[in-house]
């Protein structure tokens, strides 16, 4: 079965303070990795596509990393303004459709 | 911002009753999507298009009807309305065959008292 597991569940980082977000999978036949960015009361915002193990990614302080079984979202130095929740999502081959992760609420304080 | 709208933003109804959220695209997409999130279970899909008048469902499909007579319209229905489907409703687009990511809309909040 199709799986996408996020971890932690939440998180709280000072500004300045770098850290990791997790996206675990089991997906058939991936095709794409997804990374979105949901802020309270609006609709994702798309981040990055994935397609193969050891690409990566780059957008500001945000760099994302795929493997054959996880991905990553590296936060360097973040900011208050990052603070949100960062969806994980990946595309099944087997089926066409997305599979999203549960979410990662990022909290930076200043 | 990939010209999705939907309407309404906001709608609180009671148990039973119909209920009808649009969908609205300005770019021609081919292929749209309805998702609720809820939490403790992320975005599911509940049905999909591909096309006008080719729909096919997700994996949380019961209770709800979708249509599309026109590219730029995808509809979705709750024929009889129950607290379960008290949710936030997203409809995404995806531009292509050729591209796997989708794009989101800003949302439908609806409350089933």
């Known amino acids: 079965e199709d799986q996408v597991t996020q971890s932690p569940e939440a998180l709280r980082l000072q500004e300045g303070e770098s850290s990791s977000l997790n996206c675990s999978y089991t997906?058939?036949?991936?095709?794409?990795l997804f990374w979105y960015r949901q802020d309270p009361g609006k609709g994702p915002e798309f981040l990055f596509t994935?397609?193969?193990a050891g690409e990566e990614k780059e957008k500001e302080r945000l760099k994302a990393t795929l493997t054959k079984k996880e991905s990553f979202l590296h936060i360097t130095a973040p900011k208050p303004e990052d603070s949100a929740t960062y969806l994980c999502?990946?595309?099944?081959?087997?089926?066409?459709?997305?599979?999203f992760g549960q979410g990662t609420t990022l909290q930076v304080k200043p | 911002d990939a010209g999705i709208t939907q309407s309404p933003r906001h709608k609180v109804t009671e148990t039973g009753t119909p209920v009808t959220l649009r969908c609205h695209q300005t770019?021609?997409?081919?292929?749209m999507y309805w998702y609720r999130q809820d939490p403790g279970h992320g975005l599911r899909l509940i049905h999909y298009?591909?096309?006008?008048?080719?729909?096919d469902k997700g994996e949380v499909s019961d209770g709800y009807s979708v249509s599309r007579s026109k590219t730029e319209d995808f509809l979705l229905t709750l024929e009889s309305a129950t607290s379960s489907q008290t949710s936030v409703y997203f409809c995404?687009?995806?531009?292509?065959?050729?591209?796997?990511?989708?794009?989101f809309g800003p949302g439908t909040r609806l409350t089933v008292l």
């Open positions: 298009s591909y096309g006008v008048k080719d729909t």
């Open positions: 997906v058939s036949g991936l095709r794409g």
């Open positions: 994935l397609y193969s």
């Open positions: 770019e021609n997409h081919r292929y």
């Open positions: 999502a990946a595309h099944s081959g087997n089926t066409g459709k997305l599979i």
């Open positions: 995404a687009i995806r531009q292509g065959a050729s591209y796997n990511e989708q794009f």
